[in-house]
C-alpha cells in the first residue's frame, strides 16, 4: 500500500486538496446547492418558468446583497452579527424620504438618497458603538432590542414628521406617512434597468449586481488595508491586538459604523428594486434574513469574508425564491407558497443559527 502512494504522490496532494476544499466548502452548502438543483429539475418537469424564476433569483440577490454585507464590517471587528441592522436601515429610510419629499426624481434622486443617509448613518453608528462599548460581550442581545426601541421610536417619528407632500402622506387626515410609499415616479428600479440586458429569456439586472458587487470589492480592498487588518486582529484575537499597539475600541468604532452605513445604503438598494419604501415596523426583523444567509455562505461569529457574503447571498435568496412555486406546484394548493416561504426562510435562519459557531 504504501509503495502505491509512493507511487504517485501528485495524485495524493490532489486527493488531499480536493477533500480540503470540500471540507472548506462545508457538507450544509453542498446540501443546500444539491437541493436547489433538485428545485430546478422539479420546476423543469411542473412547466414553470425557470428562466423568470432565474430573473428574480438575481434581482433578489442584488437587492439583498449590500444588506448582507453590512453583516461583514460587524463580525470582522469582533462585534458578532449585528442585530443592530435596522438602525442603518432606518438611516437610509430617512434619506429616501427626504429625497422623495424634494421631488428628486432618477439617478440624481438616487445618488441624493445615499449621500445624504450616509453620514446620518455615521452619527448613528457612531451613538451605536457608544451603546454596545458599555455590554461588551453582550452586543448582539442588546443590538436586538436596541434595534427595535429604534424602529417604534421611528414609528413616531413618521407619524409626526412635518412632510405635507400629497404623496408620501395619509390622504385622510393629511397627517403622518404612509406605510408603504411607491417610488415609481421617483427612483424606482434605477439600478435594475442600467445596462440591463437579457440571455434568452433571462434578464439580468447588471446596474444592481454590478452596484452590490463594487461595495463587495471596497470592502475587500479596505479589509486589506493597515486599517482593515488591525480590524482583523482585533476580532480574532483581541489580547493579540492589544498587545500589538492596536486600539481595540477604535477598531470596533470603525466595524460598527462601517455596518450602520452599510445598512443604509442596502435598504435604499432594496427599496428602489422592490419599487416601495416600507416604513413604521417593516425595518424590524431584517437582520435575521441577512444573518442567516452570511452564515449559510460559511461565516463564523468570529470570522467572515467576502465569499461567504457572495455564496451566502446566491443560496440563501436563490431557494426563497425557487422553492415556494415548486412547492406550490408540486401541492396544488392556493395558499401553499407563501407557507412555504414562511416556513423555508424561517427554517433556513434556525438552521444558520445553530451553524454560528463554525459547525459544518
Not at 470540500?22 to 452548502?29: D, K, L, N, P, V
Not at 439600478?191 to 434568452?200: T, V, Y
Not at 439580468?204 to 449586481?209: D, F, H, R, S, Y
Not at 461567504?308 to 425557487?322: D, H, K, M, S
Request: proline letters at 4%; a positive charge.
Amino acid at each position: 500500500m504504501s509503495k502505491i502512494e509512493n507511487a504517485d504522490p501528485s495524485l495524493n496532494r490532489q486527493r488531499f486538496d480536493f477533500a480540503t476544499a470540500f471540507r472548506e466548502f462545508g457538507i450544509a452548502r453542498i446540501i443546500i446547492l444539491a437541493f436547489l438543483l433538485a428545485l430546478f429539475v422539479l420546476a423543469l418537469v411542473k412547466g414553470l418558468d425557470v428562466p423568470g424564476l432565474l430573473t428574480d433569483s438575481l434581482t433578489r440577490i442584488g437587492m439583498n446583497g449590500t444588506l448582507i454585507l453590512a453583516m461583514l464590517p460587524a463580525v470582522v471587528c469582533g462585534v458578532g452579527m449585528n442585530f443592530g441592522l435596522p438602525l442603518g436601515i432606518l438611516c437610509g429610510l430617512l434619506g429616501g424620504i427626504l429625497t422623495i419629499n424634494w421631488g428628486l426624481v432618477g439617478w440624481a434622486g438616487l445618488i441624493v438618497s445615499l449621500l445624504i443617509s450616509i453620514p446620518i448613518a455615521v452619527v448613528v453608528g457612531l451613538l451605536y458603538h457608544a451603546v454596545l462599548d458599555r455590554v461588551r460581550g453582550e452586543e448582539m442581545m442588546v443590538g436586538t432590542y436596541l434595534a427595535y426601541a429604534a424602529v417604534f421610536g421611528m414609528s413616531i417619528f413618521w407619524m409626526l414628521a412635518p412632510i405635507r407632500n400629497p404623496k408620501l402622506i395619509y390622504a385622510v387626515g393629511g397627517k403622518g406617512l404612509r406605510q408603504t410609499i411607491s417610488m415609481t415616479e421617483t427612483f424606482g428600479k434605477v439600478l435594475n434597468d442600467f445596462l440591463q440586458f437579457k440571455i434568452g429569456n433571462v434578464t439580468v439586472p447588471t446596474g444592481l449586481l454590478l452596484f452590490w458587487l463594487l461595495l463587495c470589492l471596497l470592502v475587500y480592498f479596505f479589509l486589506r488595508s493597515k486599517t482593515g487588518l488591525a480590524m482583523l486582529a482585533t476580532g480574532s484575537n483581541p489580547s493579540y491586538a492589544t498587545s500589538s499597539g492596536i486600539n481595540v475600541g477604535n477598531m470596533k468604532r470603525i466595524g460598527v459604523v462601517m455596518s450602520t452605513v452599510l445598512g443604509a445604503l442596502g435598504i435604499i438598494v432594496f427599496s428602489q428594486s422592490y419599487g416601495f419604501i416600507q416604513l413604521y415596523t417593516a425595518p424590524q426583523s431584517a437582520a435575521f434574513p441577512a444573518i442567516a444567509a452570511i452564515l449559510i455562505g460559511g461565516a463564523t461569529l468570529r470570522k467572515a469574508s467576502i465569499s461567504n457574503v457572495i455564496i451566502g447571498a446566491v443560496l440563501f435568496q436563490t431557494l426563497l425564491t425557487i422553492a415556494p412555486p415548486v412547492t406550490q406546484a408540486l401541492m396544488e394548493g392556493s395558499e401553499i407558497s407563501e407557507i412555504a416561504r414562511v416556513m423555508i426562510s424561517n427554517g433556513m435562519i434556525l438552521y444558520a443559527l445553530t451553524r454560528a459557531t463554525g459547525g459544518r
